[in-house]
T-cell receptor
Framework: EAGVAQSPRYKIIEKRQSVAFWCNPISGHATLYWYQQILGQGPKLLIQFQNNGVVDDSQLPKDRFSAERLKGVDSTLKIQPAKLEDSAVYLC?????????????FGQGTRLTVV | KQEVTQIPAALSVPEGENLVLNCSFTDSAIYNLQWFRQDPGKGLTSLLLIQSSQREQTSGRLNASLDKSSGRSTLYIAASQPGDSATYLCAVAVSYNTDKLIFGTGTRLQVFP
């Protein structure tokens, strides 16, 4: 089966600019996650969708980050305006979710550099 | 607040050695624990998933154990190969309703010929 697809793979922007990332999860997976991985750290959950509803966005900096999942499939994550500290790899993951027992599948990520 | 720690942060071993990576977590109320592999510039690949009711899982040369009461997991890699060189991350699922994963900072493994 096809894996989680993300684009672009790399992005370099200047601070205060805006940027958007796209994710297409594995077909049939109800749950979609966006994680932020800063160099040298483990991934941190930004937002989680169950179908097209938000389940957890407690660590999403809502003054500059936004995310949506239209029709419960594809998702976009936007940063506006970007700061230097947003430089990181943004990972999208999906799972079929059966409640506390499921395996998450990750995409290759988008590496963002803010200069 | 759940915290996940991995020791060592980096490890360099000669090919053929058996090795153990450690993961500890502060809150034993987890639903599962997963071990991932991350190659440079790549996403995460799931290696093993241990449900909270299980003690261990095996896949090929990999064996992962889980001791919830002590808040520990180990990943055992037998007969290491240069192709095993990568960063290994462990993550715990902390909520039945959301499958939210809390990750450790990883162990960077280098296996040299």
């Amino acid at each position: 089966e096809a894996g989680v697809a993300q684009s672009p793979r790399y992005k370099i922007i200047e601070k205060r600019q805006s940027v958007a990332f796209w994710c297409n999860p594995i077909s049939g997976h109800a749950t979609l996650y966006w994680y932020q991985q800063i160099l040298g750290q483990g991934p941190k959950l930004l937002i989680q969708f169950q179908n097209n509803g938000v389940v957890d966005d407690s660590q999403l900096p809502k003054d500059r980050f936004s995310a949506e999942r239209l029709k419960g499939v594809d998702s976009t994550l936007k940063i506006q305006p970007a700061k230097l500290e947003d430089s990181a790899v943004y990972l999208c993951a999906s799972s079929p979710w059966t409640g506390g027992t499921t395996e998450a599948f990750f995409g290759q990520g988008t590496r963002l550099t803010v200069v | 607040k759940q915290e996940v720690t991995q020791i060592p942060a980096a490890l360099s071993v000669p090919e053929g050695e058996n090795l153990v990576l450690n993961c500890s977590f502060t809150d034993s109320a987890i639903y599962n624990l997963q071990w991932f592999r991350q190659d440079p510039g790549k996403g995460l690949t799931s290696l093993l998933l241990i449900q909270s009711s299980q003690r261990e899982q095996t896949s090929g040369r990999l064996n992962a154990s889980l001791d919830k009461s002590s808040g520990r997991s180990t990943l055992y890699i037998a007969a290491s190969q240069p192709g095993d060189s990568a960063t290994y991350l462990c993550a715990v699922a902390v909520s039945y309703n959301t499958d939210k994963l809390i990750f450790g900072t990883g162990t960077r493994l280098q296996v040299f010929p």
